[in-house]
């Protein structure tokens, strides 16, 4: 037994040089934090880089530079025992056209445009229609389909990397070059924060976000039913047929769209409720209460067998809870676990869906010398 051990931890030392495997930082340079490794090839050949995060509790997020994606995230149960709670994939190669945007960075506009079209200053620009009759996430090849320029750190309570892009003027039809800078920080808090930056030549409509699907009972499994939900939102805009918004901010009051208290995700999943049938679950998007433009909560998971809890904090007003209602079997994810219908949920925090054709939600132009700034935080604990 002993013996299979100390094989054991020579394998780990040999496979993970800067790492006992425990979690425990063994270089004085502190370099133990961080990683970067090769991860494969982007659909168009391109090189792409893993990085790989550690705080000093041995809570490890690993981000690779194909779309920003967050690639795994590994986080104690109650027990103290570390499982990967976010879906997607073990090499770059897997992440092809067909995956439903694990883990990325969405943008130039997270979320939906109707009918490809928005006006902005008198100018009409028209958009890939890459969902039914309307525009999905920036179309075909968004924020999430690109290699990110990026840069590590390293500050006393946190490890990171930066994430680069400039999207030229015209990308996927819309106005302008955008420079954007996309930081992730791993805190000592069991924090993981996404701070997004952005600056244009041209007034253009942002919204970036992040598409990470979680499972916190770990590695992708089984749905995501038990997990228990809280939405910081007294209201949600509903949505018609092809899921763009009506224009109407609604009362949760009453409905299965209440979460303003836990409430177990699959208790009224299957209601025949007109917005749950033309969402094909929980796929709307949620008004958070909030005092003022500050950090806010906006939502609590919580998952009874492993007691992990996670917190979700944003300065953004809205955030989009995708129940995986179309994750359907057919992809094969990280160590061989066949993701099916709502194995994994997201908590989009964003602006509302649609908002460059509807004057009266909160607005998503960025103009030329004003800056983009949003931050998101997904903190994990266990009760
Ligand atoms: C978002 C959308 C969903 C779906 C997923 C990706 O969450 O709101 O409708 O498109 O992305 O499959």
Redesign the pocket.
Same mark, same amino acid.
């Given at each position: 037994m002993i013996h299979r051990i100390s094989v054991l931890l020579s394998l780990c030392l040999t496979l993970f040089p800067f790492w006992t495997g425990s979690g425990v930082p063994t270089s004085p340079q502190g370099t133990d934090m961080i990683k970067k490794e090769a991860f494969g090839t982007s659909p168009d050949g391109k090189p792409v880089d893993l990085y790989t995060l550690k705080n000093k509790h041995g809570m490890e997020v690993r981000a690779m530079t194909y779309g920003g994606a967050i690639v795994s995230i590994r986080v104690p149960d109650r027990k103290g025992h570390f499982d990967d709670v976010a879906l997607g994939f073990d090499k770059a190669d897997d992440y092809t056209a067909k995956v439903? $945007?694990f883990g990325a960075i969405i943008g130039r506009y997270g979320?939906r445009i109707a009918n490809g079209k928005f006006t902005l200053d008198g100018k009409e620009y028209t958009l890939p229609k890459n969902?039914g009759p309307n525009s999905? @996430?920036g179309g075909n090849k968004g924020f999430d389909k690109i290699v990110w320029e990026a840069e590590p750190f390293e500050k006393p309570d946190e490890v990171g990397v930066i994430f680069k892009h400039t999207s030229p003027d015209g990308d996927e039809g819309y106005p302008g070059n955008l420079k954007m800078t996309v930081t992730y920080m791993l805190t000592d808090k069991n924090e993981l924060i996404f701070e997004y930056h952005a600056t244009a030549d041209k007034a253009t409509p942002v919204n970036l976000t992040n @598409?990470t699907y979680f499972n916190l009972a770990g590695d992708g499994q089984r749905d995501i039913l038990g997990h228990e939900l809280m939405l910081n939102a007294d209201s949600f805009t509903p949505v018609d047929k092809t899921?763009i918004p009506t224009g109407k901010i609604v009362s949760v009051k009453g409905t299965p769209f209440d979460f303003t208290k836990l409430t177990v995700i699959g208790a009224r999943i299957d209601q025949k409720d007109e917005q749950l049938i033309l969402g094909h679950g929980y796929?709307h998007n949620f008004v958070l209460n909030r005092k003022d433009k500050g950090l806010t909560l906006a939502a609590r998971v919580y998952e009874p067998t492993t007691g992990r809890v996670m917190e979700v904090s944003t300065t953004e007003p809205g955030v989009?809870f $995708?129940s995986g209602n179309?994750l359907d079997g057919t992809l094969t994810g990280k160590q061989g676990h066949v993701y099916k219908l709502r194995y994994g949920f997201?908590l989009?925090t964003q602006h509302y869906p649609d908002s460059p054709n509807e004057p009266s939600f909160p607005s998503t132009t960025l103009r030329a010398g004003q800056t983009y700034h949003s931050t998101t935080v997904y903190k994990f604990s266990t009760r």
């Open positions: 439903p $945007y979320n969902d999905l @996430h @598409h899921l796929d989009q $995708y179309f997201c989009e």
